[in-house]
């Protein structure tokens, strides 16, 4: 204990003081505190007894009561020419190297500032109950301090190591700190110690706060982490390779910046939710290194093969082109003109060749698109900029581009098609079905009466219906949906929830049995004021009216309710109500005699024989923009699944009115376990064939646990039915959708009711947690598509016409008409301004009229090659005609073979002017790439656009008219200018006849930019492994070495110009990924082995991950094999999967949501 204390001193030297000071005011001291919250179970309990004499005595030493907190007791953490002009060919190509990394590192940090902004938002979001002054009041959780009295409830993450005081049916889940997956029943007179970072998996009840901060379980093992940095150093020399062991130091001592700067709490509150919840933020960086190797996104792809296809094309036309020229040389100068090499000509003649040498450099630079690692990068930027005003929050670049491919997307229901704001709209009251709420006067005084009490008392008193925050709005909801439901109807009974609470307090219910998976339902028992006992219950309809014996009559008389009526009932009411989208809530009662008193504990003999006071039927309305777009969805070519654990009845009425499913259509809907009978085989294994049956017209999966969620998703992406592999978005808010989203090629985590752990796992977080902003998504991700193929196709078309005309100038003139310079101002300059206008054009909602691209869809289609080559023809056919007859039609010297430093003639002038205005002008052709007529259509939509066009116009004038001997020009007249003018704006009548041919008839047209060979082959993707992934990196290393070898062969041109003489690349360093608490849990102290962070449940592609991971680091094997992923992630699966998906882990009643 000593040790953990100094090492606490040592690294939170302010804090300590600060709890210190503060030990005097209070009857107990902090190691006195941390020794106890040391204990477990009896020895805890046997403690409290010795030191303190019970709860009461240990709540008066903390300056507290379990009833009332003074507000004193604040003691916790306090928060703090060639030659004269070759530098110009140097400086432009670092400059459009700096442009590139530039904006891609500014783009990566901008998108990291936003997710953190957003993540410190959630974390200052993340609030507490705690009772101060008699008030419950929500704190956040970094002000909670010690004395505290906290209310917790299922669902909740603890912030602080507290003692129970008042608690019922609670169950915790310690697996974070423990390694122990069975969850741990608490009581105040049995295992009353709460520890920080577990998690409460069942009922409810009241804390004194003990500890927070650095002084809570999880703040010690932070402690330990930083004391403990030179014995991990020695555990890594014995047992480690030196990978493992930089990466936990680096993390150690991150961890500990992390936790010195913010204040104590705060610094727990966020990580151990990530260890604790089996979606570790470790897991996901490790996720985010391999998936570059696992798979590619489908534009990344396509771009990779392509470009490595355009670099191989480009070498071999250089390498042709400098073979030609010195060929052509020497035989013209040595076998024609039969001179001698003398050695005085020797400098003359290495000048010839460097000249040569350098045409070939400008053959390559120009084949080579630059612009498009630049056009990719300020696409994605523009468009996660732009679709963070749209509600979307990218965490993931690439996300944002495959969203355009996504072909399925298997949604929630509860929160995303509907508004999350459950209404009572039918009651079956007094043996009459009123298909709206009744009138208070319809119903029988002694009913309503039993109704109001039934529905106030039996529900968790932290579900409330407050005054709207705007005039106009609806009442706010507070606590559990389906609890404040049957709290609006109490309202609209014209009675008052509060004055009956306020009558019995909640310290005076006498036993409450809470919701849970098991029971489905929740019961309160009170004491009568005759001493006699009654408990109200209400649970799922089906369930309790099995529990019924009785029912209330018109008079307000219970009467008997025999298993004839409850079949006549189910048929009358309860499946008609299903069958209209509502859910079924039966409400019940029933007394017991005072004495003697029932066995509280034997629940199979108290709840039976109740007696039914009514059964309503609840609705979560549909928003009211689901159904425009889900149609849009299905316009677009995706297919809408809605994966809910709500029963089939109301999920399949919900889907009718979103649009999902319509009468007529060919489809299924299936509840979870008939799912897993059909897509299983004899031995209970999953089958790709089986689900091959059935996902294609699988459209509703009802009363399905996440682990349904993860076969379906990972059932869709492993299918080889159909054309092409599918695209799937799923949508996921609970802790336990986490390995789908994971799974899912996108996975959207709901930015208002989502868990961290759901967030950590998803590429995009939706801020608004609504189905249509996932449709701006697709739009989004679509426009990303199209607008790298403008670039491409504008890219594709200066690069043809360039290097033609190089090559075939160069060998017949034995000089380019495009001199370095020129061309890069073409290349690299005109294309980073194309890719900036062409890559932020607004989308359209035209982009959802069309079916997905799918994934081997080629980059470039038929109808952009018949473009690319068609003003090919014309810009080839334009500047041969000039080049060799242009003196003749401008009446002008000829600037064909000029001597080797003669200077800039007209001709060559008016060729590169009309070259830069021709391209000019096919930019704005390549605003549409599926044959569109009107190129102008929307241009005004696109300022940028129009400011680089007009902008890149006046550079030109700028650089013909002023440029001189560095650009190799000189000053035009304006009838000059004009021709070239006229020839610029040929391109756009030029673009309207190529428009006019069919494609179809073109049968000779390729397509280019196909996905990559792993993309069509989905079996790869089941069996990936070691070799894959070398597979992969060769595939992307041989593009850099390409993309290198252009960049080598530049600096040798400029080396030799003497431009300058340093390396352009010092080497690229990949980012760190940042570690995790989740990097400390591995020390064999806490039991948690994290050697296997992917396990195959959660994601079956991250097998090769392990193989690495082992490589890098094989840590010491310890007794426990269960990893936090397992003992959390699974555990929940297993234990908790039916309510995973309520919105609100409000209350007991959370569940009834999703399950009955």
């Given amino acids: 204990m000593g040790d953990m204390t100094n090492s606490a001193v040592d690294f939170y030297p302010k804090n300590q003081r600060g709890e210190s000071n503060h030990a005097g005011e209070f009857?107990?001291?902090?190691?006195?505190?941390?020794?106890?919250?040391?204990?477990?179970?009896?020895?805890?309990?046997?403690?409290?007894?010795?030191?303190?004499?019970?709860?009461?005595?240990?709540?008066?030493?903390?300056?507290?009561?379990?009833?009332?907190?003074?507000?004193?007791?604040?003691?916790?953490?306090?928060?703090?020419?060639?030659?004269?002009?070759?530098?110009?060919?140097?400086?432009?190509?670092?400059?459009?190297?700096?442009?590139?990394?530039?904006?891609?590192?500014?783009?990566?940090?901008?998108?990291?500032?936003?997710?953190?902004?957003?993540?410190?938002?959630?974390?200052?979001?993340?609030?507490?109950?705690?009772?101060?002054?008699?008030?419950?009041?929500?704190?956040?959780?970094?002000?909670?301090?010690?004395?505290?009295?906290?209310?917790?409830?299922?669902?909740?993450?603890?912030?602080?190591?507290?003692?129970?005081?008042?608690?019922?049916?609670?169950?915790?889940?310690?697996?974070?700190?423990?390694?122990?997956?069975?969850?741990?029943?608490?009581?105040?007179?049995?295992?009353?110690?709460?520890?920080?970072?577990?998690?409460?998996?069942?009922?409810?009840?009241?804390?004194?706060?003990?500890?927070?901060?650095?002084?809570?379980?999880?703040?010690?093992?932070?402690?330990?982490?930083?004391?403990?940095?030179?014995?991990?150093?020695?555990?890594?020399?014995?047992?480690?390779?030196?990978?493992?062991?930089?990466?936990?130091?680096?993390?150690?001592?991150?961890?500990?910046?992390?936790?010195?700067?913010?204040?104590?709490?705060?610094?727990?509150?966020?990580?151990?939710?990530?260890?604790a919840e089996g979606g570790d933020g470790d897991d996901k960086e490790k996720k985010k290194a391999g998936s570059s190797k696992k798979e590619k996104s489908v534009l990344q792809g396509k771009l990779t093969k392509l470009a490595v296809q355009i670099g191989k094309a480009g070498l071999v036309m250089s390498a042709i082109t400098v073979i030609i020229l010195v060929l052509y040389f020497a035989i013209d100068t040595f076998v024609i003109q039969k001179l001698q090499w003398l050695p005085e000509c020797t400098p003359v003649y290495i000048q010839f060749f460097v000249k040569f040498f350098i045409i070939g450099v400008t053959v390559l630079v120009v084949a080579v698109p630059e612009g498009l690692p630049l056009a990719v990068t300020i696409s994605l930027a523009y468009s996660v900029k732009k679709m963070m005003k749209d509600?979307?929050?990218?965490?993931?670049?690439?996300?944002?581009?495959?969203?355009?491919?996504?072909?399925?997307?298997?949604?929630?229901?509860?929160?995303?098609l509907t508004t999350n704001r459950m209404t009572v709209v039918q009651a079956y009251v007094g043996e009459v079905h009123h298909k709206e709420v009744p009138d208070p006067d319809a119903i029988p005084s002694k009913t309503l009466d039993m109704l109001v009490n039934a529905i106030s008392l039996n529900s968790a008193y932290t579900s409330k219906i407050l005054p709207p925050e705007k005039d106009i709005g609806l009442p706010r909801q507070v606590g559990n949906k389906t609890e404040c439901g049957l709290l609006g109807l109490v309202l609209d009974l014209k009675r008052d929830y509060q004055t009956v609470r306020d009558q019995t307090p909640e310290e005076k219910l006498y036993k409450v049995y809470t919701f849970n998976s098991e029971r489905k339902s929740m019961s309160t028992v009170i004491k009568m004021q005759d001493g006699s006992f009654r408990m109200y219950s209400k649970g799922a309809s089906e369930i309790v009216l099995k529990k019924c014996s009785n029912i209330l009559n018109t008079a307000g008389e219970p009467r008997g309710f025999r298993p004839r009526d409850r079949d006549e009932m189910v048929k009358k009411v309860i499946e008609p109500m299903a069958c209209n989208g509502l859910r079924t809530i039966c409400i019940a009662f029933r007394d017991f005699p005072g004495s003697p008193e029932p066995d509280w504990d034997n629940e199979n003999i108290i709840l039976i024989d109740?007696?039914?006071?009514?059964?309503?039927?609840?609705?979560?309305?549909?928003?009211?923009?689901?159904?425009?777009?889900?149609?849009?969805?299905?316009?677009?070519?995706?297919?809408?699944?809605?994966?809910?654990?709500?029963?089939?009845?109301?999920?399949?009425?919900?889907?009718?009115?979103?649009?999902?499913?319509?009468?007529?259509?060919?489809?299924?809907?299936?509840?979870?376990?008939?799912?897993?009978?059909?897509?299983?085989?004899?031995?209970?294994?999953?089958?790709?064939?089986?689900?091959?049956?059935?996902?294609?017209?699988?459209?509703?999966?009802?009363?399905?646990?996440?682990?349904?969620?993860?076969?379906?998703?990972?059932?869709?992406?492993?299918?080889?039915?159909?054309?092409?592999?599918?695209?799937?978005?799923?949508?996921?808010d609970g802790t336990n959708d986490g390995p789908a989203l994971k799974k899912a090629d996108v996975g959207f985590a709901m930015g208002i009711a989502g868990t961290d752990v759901a967030k950590e796992a998803s590429d995009i977080i939706l801020t608004d947690d609504n189905f249509s902003s996932i449709v701006k998504a697709v739009m989004w991700g679509r426009?990303?598509?199209?607008?790298?193929?403008?670039?491409?196709?504008?890219?594709?078309?200066?690069?043809?016409?360039?290097?033609?005309?190089?090559?075939?100038?160069?060998?017949?003139?034995?000089?380019?008409?495009?001199?370095?310079?020129?061309?890069?101002?073409?290349?690299?300059?005109?294309?980073?301004?194309?890719?900036?206008?062409?890559?932020?054009?607004?989308?359209?909602?035209?982009l959802l009229m069309r079916k997905p691209y799918g994934r081997n869809k080629p980059l470039i289609s038929r109808t952009m090659m018949k473009n690319i080559l068609g003003h090919g023809i014309y810009q080839l056919t334009v500047i041969f005609t000039l080049l060799f007859a242009g003196e003749t039609i401008f009446n002008i010297d000829s600037g064909r073979n000029a001597p080797l430093h003669a200077p800039p003639s007209e001709h060559y002038t008016i060729i590169f002017n009309t070259f830069v205005l021709m391209q000019l002008f096919n930019e704005i052709n390549a605003r549409k790439i599926h044959g569109e007529k009107n190129v102008f259509d929307g241009i005004f939509r696109n300022p940028i656009f129009c400011s680089i066009v007009f902008g890149t116009f006046a550079i030109q004038i700028v650089i013909i008219q002023f440029g001189g001997k560095p650009f190799s020009c000189i000053p035009l007249q304006i009838d000059q200018w004009l021709w070239c003018m006229v020839l610029g704006v040929g391109e756009l009548l030029w673009g309207q006849i190529i428009s006019s041919i069919p494609t179809n008839r073109l049968k000779f047209l390729k397509e280019a930019g196909h996905g990559t060979q792993k993309d069509d082959i989905p079996e790869e993707e089941l069996n990936e492994d070691a070799e894959e992934i070398d597979h992969a990196e060769r595939e992307l290393r041989r593009g850099q070495i390409l993309w290198f070898r252009g960049l080598n062969r530049i600096q040798t041109q400029i080396r030799v110009v003497k431009a300058f003489r340093s390396s352009l690349y010092e080497g690229l360093e990949k980012p760190e990924s940042k570690s995790s608490i989740h990097n400390f849990m591995t020390h064999p102290e806490f039991r948690i082995d994290d050697s296997q962070p992917h396990i195959p449940l959660i994601d079956d592609t991250d097998i090769e991950e392990d193989a690495a991971l082992k490589q890098n680091s094989s840590p010491p094997s310890s007794p426990n094999k269960n990893n936090n992923a397992i003992d959390s992630g699974i555990n929940l699966t297993t234990d908790t999967s039916k309510s995973a998906t309520s919105s609100s882990p409000g209350s007991p009643l959370h569940s009834l949501e999703t399950s009955l």
Avoid at 169 to 195: C, F, N, Q, W, Y
Avoid at 809 to 832: E, F, H, R, Y
Wanted: charged share 25%.
């Fill in 391 to 416: 509600n979307n929050l990218v965490r993931h670049l690439d996300a944002c581009e495959t969203m355009g491919n996504a072909t399925a997307i298997c949604s929630d229901k509860t929160g995303t």
């Fill in 27 to 275: 009857g107990c001291s902090l190691d006195e505190l941390r020794s106890l919250m040391e204990l477990r179970g009896a020895e805890g309990v046997q403690k409290m007894q010795d030191t303190y004499g019970d709860v009461n005595g240990f709540c008066r030493r903390l300056k507290t009561s379990p009833t009332e907190v003074c507000g004193s007791a604040a003691g916790g953490v306090e928060g703090e020419g060639e030659a004269e002009a070759g530098w110009i060919e140097g400086a432009a190509i670092l400059l459009s190297v700096f442009c590139v990394v530039f904006v891609t590192a500014f783009n990566d940090w901008s998108k990291e500032k936003q997710f953190r902004g957003l993540q410190s938002r959630i974390e200052q979001e993340q609030k507490f109950s705690v009772v101060r002054g008699g008030q419950v009041i929500q704190i956040p959780v970094s002000e909670i301090v010690t004395g505290d009295i906290a209310q917790i409830k299922y669902g909740d993450l603890l912030p602080a190591d507290g003692v129970l005081i008042q608690g019922n049916d609670l169950k915790i889940d310690e697996s974070s700190l423990t390694g122990e997956s069975d969850h741990v029943r608490k009581s105040a007179d049995k295992d009353p110690m709460l520890l920080s970072g577990t998690h409460v998996m069942e009922g409810s009840g009241k804390m004194v706060v003990t500890a927070v901060g650095v002084n809570s379980q999880t703040g010690i093992i932070f402690t330990l982490l930083g004391a403990g940095g030179e014995e991990e150093e020695k555990k890594d020399k014995k047992g480690k390779q030196k990978g493992g062991k930089s990466k936990r130091q680096k993390g150690d001592e991150e961890n500990q910046n992390k936790a010195k700067k913010q204040d104590g709490a705060a610094a727990m509150e966020m990580q151990p939710l990530k260890s």
């Fill in 610 to 732: 109740l007696t039914c006071i009514a059964v309503v039927g609840i609705e979560d309305p549909v928003r009211p923009e689901v159904p425009d777009a889900i149609k849009k969805c299905q316009q677009a070519g995706i297919t809408v699944r809605m994966v809910t654990g709500d029963n089939i009845n109301t999920a399949r009425a919900i889907a009718i009115k979103c649009g999902i499913i319509s009468p007529g259509e060919d489809f299924i809907c299936l509840e979870g376990k008939d799912f897993n009978r059909r897509i299983r085989n004899e031995k209970g294994e999953i089958e790709q064939e089986r689900i091959d049956k059935i996902w294609p017209k699988l459209r509703v999966l009802a009363r399905s646990s996440p682990t349904d969620k993860h076969t379906l998703v990972k059932g869709i992406i492993d299918s080889l039915h159909g054309e092409r592999r599918q695209v799937v978005a799923v949508t996921g």
């Fill in 783 to 846: 426009n990303v598509y199209d607008s790298i193929s403008k670039f491409l196709q504008f890219q594709l078309t200066v690069n043809i016409v360039a290097v033609i005309v190089a090559f075939t100038g160069a060998c017949i003139t034995q000089d380019s008409p495009l001199k370095a310079v020129q061309m890069l101002w073409v290349n690299l300059i005109m294309d980073t301004f194309a890719s900036l206008a062409l890559a932020t054009e607004p989308p359209t909602e035209s």
